[in-house]
């Protein structure tokens, strides 16, 4: 976990005190279980980083066949997506 | 985990014999309580979330059903493309693998000055944090002559169960060449893009067995969810089925199925009335209730804006969400990052919620909306993030294969929302 904040903190402008933080990496990569699970698209779990950094920049530049993943890529900043990447790169089957 | 609480643990799990996903450190006097009422999307993935947000929390369940029957996939029931049996899913994962202990008395009231709810049964739960996952219920008293007692007549089948079997059978029971009336409710209310899916199907099943049948929406909303793409399908699949007419209904004969609006009188072979809804009397004896008969909250941490310690999320909140199965899960995650943090001394980061619904006009046919919400710095107010950019649904003219690509899509989001809810 520690190193992902690190990472996040450094994507958050320094900002007055009752600004709240962006979202934790772990809070995004939760969303993506609504569909991503047993079932259903693919599982996250067991992807790298990179592996992920790069669907996901795919998805938001060149969607081809992405359908609503590409609206969804869209909702996220790169910085985001690879902080996204990283917290996933650690989840255990 | 100490044998005492291996042996505690195992009591609250129904002495499971599956292993916990979590070690949960359950020291009795000092583990922060959380009690979360309603067991729907909101309430079943708050409980698993929360243990993922906190090892220590004791977390309760306020559930008094041991099935829940989901609302996503029940229009697909109504026609027999699907089965209530499908729709069904037990809160024993959440017992066993994440540690949550259910209380299966039904929540009577909320006493926010002591931190206490008290059950049906008399028992008292002492809560540090206390969510509100109760949903919707209905205005009774909206519609002239759409009561609980013509409910039993005029089945709204707005909770899947027995009153979509009730609507199944009246939908067989249509006279040939007859109507099957919609009414919609004014928005806000539950699924806002199910009323014209249940069109849709009913005329896939009218095409096979009814085929000179019609389906009528009469719509209180000018607008709705998805309507290019509704529209492009009920002309492709169903031409001539089905019509909207945009009227609020204010009045429904039951015995003669006819509904009213400003304009005209409406008959129907089976009228299907969806009533207008609010949040939970629970909700509002409990002070969480403002005007409009929803829950303010705070859009970062889902706290009540009007009764401090006490979360409410899912379709009874007023936060800028949509009221979907999806969005009530992802505001439960978020909830339950914010309340762990909370617990901790910690601050609350902004959340970030993803609402996706698809809806299936036909078997093979779907189509989907998807939008990223997060907190407008702004405004201070849920909305789509990335200036905007997030959000977007299936495209206008697409070919029968997307379609057909889509439909197998909501297939596999219903299994995995499944799964993330109750697995």
Redesign the interface.
């Known amino acids: 976990m520690r190193p992902i904040n690190v990472l996040l903190a450094g994507l958050v402008a320094l900002a007055p005190t009752t ?6 990496a ?3 990569a ?2 993506c ?9 693919e599982s996250l779990v067991g992807m790298s980083q990179k592996e992920l950094v790069e669907e996901m920049s795919e998805m938001k530049r060149e969607p081809g ?1 992405g ?2 993943m ?3 890529a ?4 790169d910085a985001e997506i690879k902080a996204m990447g990283a917290y996933i790169a650690t989840l255990k089957k | 985990m100490t044998d005492f609480n291996r042996r505690q643990f195992a009591a609250l799990a129904g002495a499971s014999l599956l292993l916990p996903l979590f070690n949960i450190k359950a020291s009795a006097a000092t583990a922060p309580r959380v009690v979360v009422i309603g067991g729907g999307f909101g309430g079943a993935t708050f409980a698993k979330y929360m243990r993922k947000a906190s090892a220590s929390a004791k977390i309760t369940l306020v559930e008094p059903k041991t099935t829940f029957i989901s609302c996503v996939g029940s229009n697909e029931a109504l026609v027999g493309i699907s089965t209530l049996q499908k729709l069904s899913f037990t809160y024993t994962k959440l017992k066993s693998l994440y540690g949550v202990t259910q209380a299966l008395s039904p929540a009577q009231s909320i006493d926010a000055v002591n931190k206490t709810v008290r059950l049906a049964s008399g028992a008292i739960l002492p809560y540090d944090r206390l969510v509100l996952s109760t949903g919707i219920e209905f205005r009774y008293d909206a519609i002239e002559g759409w009561n609980q007692s013509t409910e039993a007549l005029l089945p709204s089948a707005w909770h899947a169960g027995p009153e979509t079997t009730k609507l199944a059978a009246q939908l067989k029971a249509l006279p040939k060449g007859g109507t099957f009336i919609i009414t919609v409710p004014p928005m806000p209310y539950r699924c806002p893009p199910a009323p014209y899916e249940r069109a849709s199907l009913v005329a896939w099943y009218l095409k096979k067995n009814n085929p000179t049948a019609k389906v009528l929406i009469l719509d209180a909303n000018a607008t709705f969810p998805k309507q290019p793409l509704f529209e492009e399908g009920w002309a492709k699949l169903y031409p001539g089925m089905v019509s909207r007419i945009v009227g609020n209904v204010t009045a429904v004969d039951a015995a003669n199925r006819s509904a009213t609006t400003a304009d005209a009188t409406y008959k129907g072979g089976v009228l299907n009335v969806i009533p207008p809804q609010k949040a939970s009397a629970l909700a509002v004896s409990a002070g969480l209730v403002d005007a409009t008969g929803w829950c303010p909250v705070d859009v970062h941490s889902f706290e009540s804006k009007l009764v401090p310690g006490v979360h409410v999320i899912g379709d009874a909140a007023a936060s800028g969400l949509p009221k979907s199965g999806t969005s009530a899960s992802g505001g439960a995650k978020a909830a339950a990052e914010a309340i762990g943090n909370l617990l901790t001394g910690k601050s609350v980061t902004d959340p970030v919620i993803i609402n996706t619904c698809y809806s299936r006009l036909a078997p093979d046919y779907g189509i989907g909306i998807a939008s990223v919400f997060g907190v407008d710095a702004a405004t201070g107010k849920i909305a789509v993030r990335e200036a905007g950019a997030g959000t977007g649904m299936s495209p206008v003219g697409a070919s029968t294969s997307y379609r057909r690509k889509e439909a197998s899509d909501a297939t596999k989001w219903f299994k995995a929302m499944m799964a993330d809810t109750f697995a």
Do not use: D, Q, W, Y
């Not at chain 1, 600004?19 to 934790?24: I, Q």
């Not at chain 1, 279980?33 to 698209?41: L, M, W």
């Not at chain 1, 869209?74 to 900043?77: E, I, P, V």
């Open positions: 600004a709240f933080a962006g979202p934790s772990k809070a995004m939760n969303t279980f609504i569909c991503h699970g047993p079932g259903g698209h066949e359908r609503l590409a609206v969804i869209k909702g996220f900043s």
